[in-house]
């Protein structure tokens, strides 16, 4: 019951300093990621509500990224703690196998391993998407917020505004509007057919979902390339159909895991976005499911701190040659993703290193323990 007591301890110090790691390295890393998202609402007129969310959709993706670090620096200032707090000694001396210890740090790292192939290959994919939706469904784009006076703006693809200036409420005065993709024909009745549009106007106000003009003219070209002239003293442009440059369409990394493994094995090839780029697919789907596979690898590498030498010198500094060992460990499985789509042989090796190395140092482990106790 005692011996419990302690496994539990030691098990939920590490739990919290891998939590407080985590979430410390999460808040820098959203806080960042958040001042880039941050051109949503100024070049591209989103509100901030669509800014927010669309922010907080994107949290879980960098606490995945940040899962295996985390647990590497929990690991080495736990057990330096449990050491510098003579708690180990504790242990030892009451005949407490080094073995359990080590065992028990690699239940943690299984855990987690499972943890993080739950947010790579079901949460993140699904929050991803939602993100992209959100900016999809958005109709709530603000023109105003947007258009800068004195400056040419095409943040919405295929039209060109310049405003002069804009008056202190809101109004914009001497206006140009250079349409080039037919975003303004379904607004104006009389430009249906036109190819090219191109509106000039003195001033304006955006009212809901239209764009009110006064006193302009309205020049189209259609397919014949038959020019038309439209002078008017009102006219109201609608804004629905104007999408802006963010990308809408979900990428690899925002599509659900079973229908990257279709794609991958040729199931429903025809409706598979990323079907001439397996290579993607495989380091895609490399990355949900293998690279967790490196964090009980890493509770074995810190199970090392476990060893005892008699050179008290390599008792101090080998907190930091494991810590290399392992960061070293984590590079080469980040350099082995970069290559695993690249053939089958990358694949299995990326998948296989981890598990083969995790068994010679368990094994050397558990030599190496057995060899303390006689």
Do not use: H
């Not at 505004?161 to 804009?166: E, P, R, T």
């Amino acid at each position: 019951m005692l011996k419990n007591k302690i496994y539990n301890y030691l098990a939920g110090e590490i739990f919290k300093n891998f939590i407080t790691i985590l979430l410390t390295f999460t808040a820098i890393a959203w806080t960042v990621r958040a001042v880039n998202f941050l051109d949503l609402m100024i070049e591209d007129g989103f509100s901030v509500y669509i800014y927010f969310k669309y922010s907080l959709l994107n949290i879980s993706t960098i606490v995945t990224r940040f899962v295996p670090l985390s647990f590497l620096l929990s690991m080495i200032i736990s057990i330096a703690k449990f050491e510098r707090q003579q708690e180990l000694l504790i242990l030892w001396t009451t005949g407490t196998n080094k073995i359990k210890i080590a065992n028990i740090f690699f239940l943690i790292g299984f855990s987690i391993a499972l943890l993080q192939i739950i947010l790579g290959v079901i949460v993140n994919p699904l929050t991803l998407n939602k993100s992209r939706a959100l900016l999809r469904e958005a109709d709530n784009i603000k023109i105003n917020s947007v258009l800068k006076s004195g400056d040419f703006s095409d943040i919405f693809k295929g039209i060109t505004f310049y405003i002069d200036k804009k008056s202190s409420s809101n109004e914009l005065i001497d206006i140009f509007i250079r349409d080039s993709n037919g975003s303004l024909s379904t607004a104006v009745g009389k430009i249906n057919n036109s190819v090219n549009t191109t509106i000039l106007a003195k001033k304006g106000t955006v009212v809901g979902d239209k764009l009110v003009l006064y006193n302009g003219k309205i020049q189209t070209i259609d397919e014949k390339k038959t020019i038309k002239n439209i002078n008017f003293e009102k006219t109201e442009l609608s804004i629905k159909n104007f999408s802006t440059r963010t990308i809408t369409q979900p990428k690899i990394q925002e599509t659900s895991s079973i229908e990257l493994f279709n794609c991958l094995i040729g199931k429903f090839l025809q409706n598979c976005a990323f079907k001439k780029n397996k290579k993607i697919v495989i380091e895609n789907l490399s990355r949900r499911v293998g690279m967790p596979l490196y964090i009980p690898l890493i509770s074995v590498i810190s199970s090392y701190l476990l060893i005892y030498k008699k050179n008290i010198r390599y008792n101090f500094i080998r907190k930091y040659i494991v810590f290399i060992f392992a960061f070293i460990v984590l590079i080469a499985g980040e350099v082995l993703l970069r290559f695993s789509g690249f053939s089958i042989t990358n694949f299995v090796l990326y998948f296989f290193s981890p598990l083969i190395l995790l068994i010679i140092l368990y094994t050397i482990l558990l030599k190496k323990t057995m060899s303390e106790r006689v």
